[in-house]
């Protein structure tokens, strides 16, 4: 007997493979902004398949960790895409820097003004997917302003559906944890630099270092690091031998204060703050 979730998949992607050859324009390759994860790599498998000219374009920022930078070449070698970065200077705008509740709609707006200049007459297309419509990203308008096509949302495809189709397709990163850009680690309100940047990177590596998958380090006013880490493991994290080398370490890196968040990780924790003022 067929499995129903294997048909519905196999449907899924032969929906996404249609979207893309009506959606192509004559003499107007695809151009996918790759990040390294799940979302936008089954975009760039499935631009692949369409047998459409397709080239992945990754950002080259202080925002994005080199541990992205590696997994999304990795990614577009593993795919057999062609691969380019551009650089879209997000720090050099002021009104990125000052990180109010509009950043991502700035470092959105530059990255797409980067992939046009560099490869003008592309079609861009983004990992956004249907769960992203309903969390706070002002991002989402810069690509309507750019023209970004998001197949994945407009085929009302789910994040469990994107890693569905992940596993379909043999995709390794198909249960790679999410990993927003370093700046979404900053509250609203504390400046973004390229310091701060760095330090939110090395201080991850650590978290990367001692075992952990999921985690966010967040970086609150007055230095303050509060670190996430799934609620089932924050026991071990405050066990005195891994409490004391993470304090020490970050407070080496520059922070003031080391903090556990008791709630444990989740995506967009940062987003409620936002909410709750307006």
Known sequence: MPDANASHVALLAERLLEWLAEHRLEGCPYAVALSGGVDSAVVAQAAVLSGWPSISVTARSDSVSAVERRDASDLAAALGIEHHWVEPHELSDPAYQQNDVR??????????????????????????????????RPGLEAAAEASVQAPLAELSIAKAQVRQLARYWHLDVADKPASPCLASRIAYGVAVTSERLERIERAEQLLRELGWGEFRVRLHADEVARLEVPAASIERLASADIRTRIVRELKQLGFRYVTLDLEGFRSGSLNPVFQIRT
């Open 103 to 136: 950043r991502c709609y700035f470092c959105k707006s530059r990255l797409y003004a980067a992939i046009s200049a560099s490869f003008p007459g592309y079609q861009i297309l983004s990992g956004t997917n249907h769960d992203d419509l309903g969390d706070y």
